[in-house]
């Protein structure tokens, strides 16, 4: 037979996208319909053809965004206009698979699992026989399954590198390979925002604004404070972007993010979140309970905000700037050093105005893009005004807290000489308008704490800052 006569079957899950169609609906499920998770169980016990076919219709996925293969894509367009027929062959709900063929346009035929039948591995392999015939079809695959399929193939097509590629050999005649490059420890740290974890040093900021950070115990629990909030941060940055790949795959710059792009599996995302939160308990429990309960509030409250509060427009900015003052709370409960009033009221209005930065920006950035509103948020491009006098007024009342607080007794008892300190604030009056200046000119990154850091000026203003705090003491 020629290659025209032969049809050509392709997988779907990892092969024609670089993810998992069942985890995707599984995700949506959380985030669409949260009061189907008790029921997952009983469903699994139907089988997993049913499972799929039930997750499938409680939650849809927008097969637009899918991260496809775009080599391979192009190569089966290739193969389209030579006259070949091409086959959808999943293991997938043909519901999803379905909607994926419609998408697409490429495909001739659409051959998955109907909620009985579950095409996976020797399943898919008898339904492709008893519909080609033994050596009647070429197969594109991507992983250890798909060896049975190969061997009733005509030839393999592989979507991969190293060992799936000699699995195929030993079973099938390659016609073609898609080579794959496995994530590096970049994409991981890429993955888990290690440069996020600049902001939990704020659990530092208690003992050493409390000038006992050099202690020796202290500063051991202050950085076994640092590391635990860091994995349980990469934790919830890791699900939060598992739950918001739909939106992320529609933004400008989200969309290159791992999970998002497909470079990472959500499989492998989901047991990385849990070793981390795993690590960060352990942490958390040799620390004390304070510390472990200010720990776990951190956790339940991202995941509200994750689910839904950051669907609520100012509340989620709100939220936000309470996840901050927590780790101030968190830093002082793993160093027993007393909360002070004036630390959680400033950092409260300040991480507020960062917050609308972030929130701002993203706006503006859907602008850029023709849109009206932002993906996944409670706001309109029209709330851009209101957003800049809240974000304005919040940044300008915690420099008047920062202001009360030098002009009190509590500072006085802490600083031998007080009147240099006043210099911080027209240091932090200049530093806040230049932040909103710039973030009304659009440029602003989605992240103003990410962007100090990189920021010469921000820079600048930091070491002065330190270099007041210290003629003071």
Wanted: proline share 4%; with cysteine; net charge positive.
């Amino acid at each position: 037979m020629t290659d025209a006569a032969v049809p050509l079957c392709v997988d779907l899950d990892g092969t024609l996208v670089a993810t998992d169609t069942l985890h995707e609906n599984l995700l949506g499920l959380i985030r669409q319909a949260p009061q189907s998770l008790p029921r997952l169980p009983g469903w699994l016990l139907e089988g997993k053809a049913a499972f799929k076919h039930r997750v499938a219709a409680a939650a849809q996925i927008d097969v637009a965004s899918l991260p496809y293969r775009q080599d391979l894509v192009d190569w089966l367009k290739t193969q389209r206009a030579a006259g070949r027929r091409l086959v959808l062959a999943t293991a997938a709900d043909a519901a999803i698979a379905g909607e994926i063929a419609g998408h697409l346009g490429l495909f001739d035929e659409v051959i998955a699992s109907d909620g009985t039948r579950n095409l996976a591995g020797a399943g898919k392999r008898q339904a492709l026989v008893e519909r080609f015939g033994e050596r009647g079809f070429d197969y594109a695959g991507n992983a250890a399954p798909d060896e049975q399929v190969w061997k009733s193939a005509r030839q393999a097509i592989v979507v991969g590198s190293g060992g799936i590629v000699e699995r195929a050999r030993r079973v099938a005649q390659v016609e073609q390979v898609f080579p794959l490059r496995r994530p590096g420890p970049r994409v991981w740290i890429k993955a888990a925002r290690l440069h996020q974890w600049v902001k939990n040093a704020l659990v530092l900021v208690p003992p050493l604004l409390a000038h006992s950070i050099l202690q020796p115990g202290v500063l051991v629990h202050s950085l076994l404070a640092f590391l635990g909030f860091g994995m349980c941060a990469s934790s919830v940055y890791i699900v939060n972007d598992l739950l918001d790949l739909a939106a992320d795959r529609q933004h400008p710059r989200k969309r290159f993010r791992p999970f998002a792009s497909g470079e990472l599996s959500a499989g492998s995302g989901i047991a990385a979140a849990a070793l981390l939160l795993g690590g960060a308990a352990a942490v958390a429990l040799s620390l004390n309970l304070n510390f472990a309960a200010a720990l776990a509030a951190y956790y339940v409250v991202t995941w509200a905000y994750s689910l839904r509060l950051k669907q609520i427009a100012l509340l989620d900015v709100m939220t936000l700037s309470g996840l901050y003052t927590l780790r101030i709370i968190a830093g002082a409960a793993a160093t027993a050093v007393p909360l002070s009033f004036w630390l959680l009221t400033f950092s409260m209005f300040i991480f507020l105005s960062l917050g609308i930065v972030k929130r701002y920006t993203e706006l503006e950035a859907g602008r850029h893009a023709g849109k009206s509103a932002s993906p996944g948020r409670g706001y309109t491009a029209s709330d851009q005004a209101v957003l800049m006098s809240l974000g304005t007024a919040s940044g300008y009342c915690a420099i008047v807290v920062l202001a009360l607080y030098i002009n009190s007794a509590d500072s006085a008892q802490l600083y031998a000489h007080h009147k240099p300190l006043w210099l911080i604030c027209p240091l932090m009056l200049f530093w806040i308008s230049r932040i909103w200046i710039r973030t009304a000119r659009d440029q602003m990154v989605d992240d103003p704490i990410v962007f100090a850091l990189r920021d010469r000026v921000s820079l600048v203003i930091l070491g002065l800052l330190a270099l007041i705090v210290l003629i003071s003491l």
